[in-house]
């Protein structure tokens, strides 16, 4: 399976990024997928969460109000609108897949199996 992030960028303090995930070679449906961000030297964090079919949203407490999660199944992709955003957002940006949709979902980093490369967020002035 393989799932690819994109959309990161560079940003002034207050503006918006799109991230993107793509999936291929598995069928959306059946995972939960979450977006993760880390800083260098410091653990991976999780960001947002949504299950199967748009059910199980969860956001960290750092983004609520800004960062909205969504999904298109038909089109194989999970998005991370990403509103007002600070410098303290800056991180390399990460999405991963969780195959137990039986399960609740979750923003713990062990409970996902699969995983895309990072993109980079840079938020300054």
């Known amino acids: 399976v393989q799932l690819q992030a994109s959309g990161g960028g560079s940003v002034q303090p207050g503006g918006s990024l799109r991230l993107s995930c793509v999936v291929s070679?598995?069928?959306?449906?059946?995972?939960?997928i979450g977006w993760f961000r880390q800083v260098p030297g410091e653990e991976r964090e999780g960001v947002s969460c949504?299950?199967?079919?748009?059910?199980?949203?969860q956001y960290a407490d750092s983004v609520k109000g800004r960062f909205t999660i969504s999904r298109d199944n038909f089109e194989n992709t999970v998005y991370l609108q990403m509103n007002g955003l600070k410098p303290e957002d800056t991180a390399v940006y990460y999405c991963?897949?969780?195959?137990?949709?039986?399960?609740?979902?979750?923003?713990?980093?062990?409970?996902?199996?699969?995983w895309g490369q990072g993109t980079l967020v840079t938020v300054s002035s």
């Open positions: 070679e598995f069928t959306l449906d059946y995972y939960t």
């Open positions: 991963a897949a969780d195959p137990h949709i039986y399960r609740p979902t979750s923003l713990i980093e062990k409970m996902y199996t699969y």
């Open positions: 949504i299950g199967t079919r748009g059910a199980g949203i």
